[in-house]
């Protein structure tokens, strides 16, 4: 499944800076839940999938978090 997302506002940094204390794997997931999208701008996880996310490796979700925003939709 291909992510996509639209940019990310300045509030919208600062609310994943604050959230995602944990670490870096935490920050992904977080950035994932709050914009990642289906090519149709439908959002992909909801907040009960970050358990399920955090199973996945730091790369995999940093390639995910990563592919979100090359694929931006306006």
């Not at 959230?19 to 992904?28: A, L, P, Q, R, T």
């Amino acid at each position: 499944m291909k992510h996509y997302s639209k940019p990310l506002s300045l509030y919208e940094i600062d609310l994943l800076h604050y959230k995602s204390v944990g670490s870096d794997k935490e920050y992904f997931v977080d950035a994932l839940i709050l914009k990642a999208l289906d090519k149709n701008g439908t959002n992909l996880y909801k907040k009960e999938d970050k358990e399920n996310l955090l199973k996945y490796s730091k790369s995999d979700l940093e390639l995910m978090y990563f592919e979100m925003f090359e694929n931006e939709l306006s």
